[in-house]
T-cell receptor
Framework: GAVVSQHPSRVICKSGTSVKIECRSLDFQATTMFWYRQFPKKSLMLMAT?????????EQGVEKDKFLINHASLTLSTLTVTSAHPEDSSFYICSARDSLVDTIYFGEGSWLTVV | RKEVEQDPGPFNVPEGATVAFNCTYSNSASQSFFWYRQDCRKEPKLLMSVYSSGNEDGRFTAQLNRASQYISLLIRDSKLSDSATYLC???????????FGTGTQLKVEL
């Protein structure tokens, strides 16, 4: 079964609205989670590193005010796409590291379509 | 230059064939290396880690050449179920930030 769960798996929203995606580690605590984005036929691109109890670290070129990340607990990180536009339509994936087994697990991903 | 480069393919091979994928990385300080498999519209899943001495897992063999900054994956006796995109992944070092190649698409045919 899934070790890292993402929700929703698919979401369609109107342009200008905000969408929240949740990433949960199910059987372990994750002080650090990662958010990626993948456009069709492109590689996964790291957007930001989510740190429990502190601010996220964003990769160059990723707007922190547009992609809000909250990591309020050791098992949950959320990514909110604010004022979504059609060009934000993509596959968003989170990952989390289980330090006890030194393994990174990926969530099932969330397909966002902005119309 | 991309941090991780792969031939996008597709590689179309008959069932039972042996196929090899290559990957190069640009950051000589990279510390750990992986091959992931990604099925269409799904999340990537770890296939195997790549060790300096080379390692094998059933029909899959991974090799690392640090001097040439080159990683390979060999699949023997290809199965239809091996059809997927294979992602070369590099950990830049510390913090578990993974850098993904664009992937190599494999199609195994009857």
């Amino acid at each position: 079964g899934a070790v890292v769960s993402q929700h929703p798996s698919r979401v369609i929203c109107k342009s200008g609205t905000s969408v929240k995606i949740e990433c949960r580690s199910l059987d372990f605590q994750a002080t650090t989670m990662f958010w990626y984005r993948q456009f069709p036929k492109k590689s996964l691109m790291l957007m930001a590193t989510s740190n429990e109890g502190s601010k996220a670290t964003y990769e160059q070129g990723v707007e922190k005010d547009k992609f809000l990340i909250n990591h309020a607990s050791l098992t949950l990180s959320t990514l909110t796409v604010t004022s979504a536009h059609p060009e934000d339509s993509s596959f968003y994936i989170c990952s989390a590291r289980d330090s006890l087994v030194d393994t990174i697990y990926f969530g099932e991903g969330s397909w966002l379509t902005v119309v | 230059r991309k941090e991780v480069e792969q031939d996008p393919g597709p590689f179309n091979v008959p069932e039972g064939a042996t196929v090899a994928f290559n990957c190069t990385y640009s950051n000589s300080a990279s510390q750990s290396f992986f091959w992931y498999r990604q099925d269409c519209r799904k999340e990537p899943k770890l296939l195997m880690s790549v060790y300096s001495s080379g390692n094998e897992d059933g029909r899959f063999t991974a090799q690392l050449n640090r001097a040439s900054q080159y990683i390979s994956l060999l699949i023997r006796d290809s199965k239809l179920s091996d059809s997927a995109t294979y992602l070369c992944v590099v950990n830049r070092g510390g913090g578990n930030k993974l850098t993904f190649g664009t992937g190599t698409q494999l199609k195994v045919e009857l």
